[in-house]
């Protein structure tokens, strides 16, 4: 029985990475945290003194960049041209930087079709901010998950501070709400909720919900064997 793609998409901070990898478990499909390949493109640029303005030579470095995600139990390695960068990419200065480079053209079609080869054959759980409205555009299921601003920037917030970063819950709200415009006008790919995509306010849901939810919503569009 051919499996689903299922693409999860929504802003900063709205929790997709953790429900994704939980719906993942619940249906033993494959997680792709498909943010990590930017991420990765955005710290070599950040090492090697690309400046984040630079079109051309960001996509250049992505066409040079060998990203490998690779399940594990705490949910997904990342390696970057063979180094294992998945605690890297998370800090602070690496997000920000991210979220220039993935408004590149050059770079986004790179990583959109790495993205596409991931999930041919199905049994995937994408999450992303383009999933279900470009890079799958005819995904078995949907979700635009989604929460309040100030919900999603104590999310963020507690992230950082597990991760030592000193950042004010106040400067991290800034923070989220100049990526969500940023996402949102961004030429290539903005961040929209597809026409027939779900949706989910996880704002007073816990984790463990929304991913049941999302399970649930799966299992009944899987084909009948």
Known sequence: MRKLVIAIDGPVGSGKSTAARRVADLLGYVYVDTGAMYRAVALKALRRGVPLDDAAQLAILALGTRIDLRPEAAGQQVRLDGEDVTAAIRAAEVSQAASKVAVIPGVRQVLVEEQRRAGRD????????????????????????????????????????????????????????ERDRRDRERSASPLVRAADAVLVDGSAMETEEVARLIALLAREKEPVP
């Open 122 to 177: 199905g049994g995937v759980v994408m999450e992303g901010r383009d999933i279900g409205s470009v890079v799958f555009p005819d995904a078995g299921l949907k979700i635009y998950l989604t929460a309040s601003p100030e919900v999603r920037a104590q999310r963020r917030w507690l992230e950082h501070q597990q991760e030592g970063d000193r950042i004010t819950l106040e400067k991290t709200l800034e923070e989220v709400r």
